[in-house]
């Protein structure tokens, strides 16, 4: 699918969205200076291309069962483009893998995977993480606390 350039209309409704993705689509349109039904054909066309691929609540610490939070860094054996991609593909059928993000430096990946506790962890490490195809080294970080948290942009 071919990238779909943004023009700055489109830039700052995303992000309105980031910062507050519960607005009504009166109160977007409001704020963009344009009409209601323009708005909501921009968020439709912004959702059919994947630009938003979705919408979440952002959890507080004092939320009911808060997941224990892994930062895995992912070595793979080979850095081709041909590993990559396997890599990459697998990482997309997990929905364990919360996030994934091609790096620079020591590591090739970085992953996110958010679990009950240790113990549903390890089974993920095991039977996920472990089988990943062209995985050389797995390295775990667990979160201690939510310092700062958003999925928006004050850019």
Request: charged content about 30%; some cysteine.
């Amino acid at each position: 699918m071919r990238p779909h350039k943004l023009d700055e209309v489109d830039q700052r409704l995303l992000r309105m969205l980031q910062r507050h993705g519960r607005r009504s689509n009166v109160d977007l349109a409001r704020d963009l200076g344009v009409s209601p039904s323009a708005c909501s054909r921009r968020i439709r066309l912004l959702e059919s291309r994947g630009v938003i691929r979705g919408y979440q609540a952002v959890l507080g610490a004092g939320a009911p069962e808060t997941p224990l939070v892994a930062l895995v860094s992912v070595t793979l054996e080979k850095q081709t483009e041909e590993f990559m991609r396997r890599f990459e593909a697998a990482v997309r059928h997990h929905p364990e893998i919360e996030e994934c993000y091609l790096m620079t430096g020591g590591s090739d990946y970085v992953l996110k995977v958010s679990s009950a506790d240790t113990k549903a962890y390890e089974a993920i490490h095991s039977t996920i993480l472990s089988r990943l195809p062209g995985v050389a080294r797995l390295t775990s970080s667990f979160a201690l606390r939510d310092v700062a948290k958003t999925t928006g942009s004050d850019r």
